[in-house]
């Protein structure tokens, strides 16, 4: 933070950034919707790059960095870290993914991570993706979600929905009042969910195909 070198490396960074001009699809819902179990399927069938904010996050905890106990300290409390903290692991996993298509999982978070991101790296996203699910769902997820994380416990559980409702919902609101917001219902299965992610991502030609297909067997079955 704040030396010669770290300004350079972070014109370096984004300078690429910017001439890579990427495609981003930001993956926004509660703690428990199941942003991470869709973004694996969205991979998968997209060629997409998913980035998990608190993937990275943690990933820099183990890493012995030097930001790891204040990292540790704020998840254990279900706070948003410092955005410019989240920002510089974003920039890095982008620029050393090789891709130029990215779903960034569990953010922008607050109106500090959206902004923030706006300004330091110029990217809008081309859609945002929400997971919609009710609390008791997300809650009986994620005391179920045994990964070993020191925040699925139901004390932090309550401080990240306070969390999700106070500081993650008006980021969404703000996305949707530009129209950039498609909403699943995240209530259901895995399978049917992903059904509403696929449709969203199906490219449109795909999609018109489907309709001349259609129209094709109506004008076929209509001359029989
Ligand atoms: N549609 C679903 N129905 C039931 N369980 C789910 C569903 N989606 C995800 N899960 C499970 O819920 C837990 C949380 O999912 P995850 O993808 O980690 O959510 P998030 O990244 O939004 O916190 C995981 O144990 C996952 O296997
Ligand atoms: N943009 C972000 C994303 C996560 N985090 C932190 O990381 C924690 C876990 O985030 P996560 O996205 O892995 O959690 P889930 O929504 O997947 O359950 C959050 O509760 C925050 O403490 C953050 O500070 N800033
Ligand atoms: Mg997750």
């Known amino acids: 933070m704040g030396t010669v070198v770290d300004a350079a490396a972070k014109k370096e960074a984004n300078g690429s950034l910017a001439d890579l001009n990427p495609t981003v699809v930001f993956v926004l819902g509660g703690p428990g919707s199941g942003k991470g179990t869709q973004c694996a399927n969205v991979v998968q069938h997209f060629g997409y790059t998913h980035l ?128 950039k917001v498609r909403k699943i219902d995240a209530g259901r299965p895995v399978e049917e969910v992903y059904e509403s992610v696929k449709a969203i991502f199906a490219p449109k030609n795909e999609k018109v195909m489907g309709h001349c297909h259609a129209l094709m067997k109506c004008l076929i079955l209509f001359w029989m």
């Open 52 to 179: 998990s904010a608190g993937d990275l996050l943690r990933a820099e905890i183990k890493s012995g960095s030097e930001n790891g106990t204040m990292i540790s300290n704020m998840i254990k409390e279900g706070k948003i870290v410092p955005s410019e903290v989240t920002i510089k692991l974003l920039q890095q996993a982008m620029l050393e993914s090789g891709n130029d298509k990215f779903l960034i999982d569990g953010f922008p978070r607050n109106e500090e991570n959206r902004a923030a991101f706006e300004a330091v790296t110029k990217i809008e996203p081309s859609f945002v993706l929400f997971f919609d699910c009710s609390e008791e769902e997300m809650e009986r997820r994620l005391l179920g979600r045994n990964q070993g994380r020191e925040d699925d416990n139901i004390e932090t559980i309550r401080k990240r929905f306070n969390v999700f409702l106070e500081s993650s919902l008006p980021v969404i609101d703000y996305y949707n009042s530009k129209g």
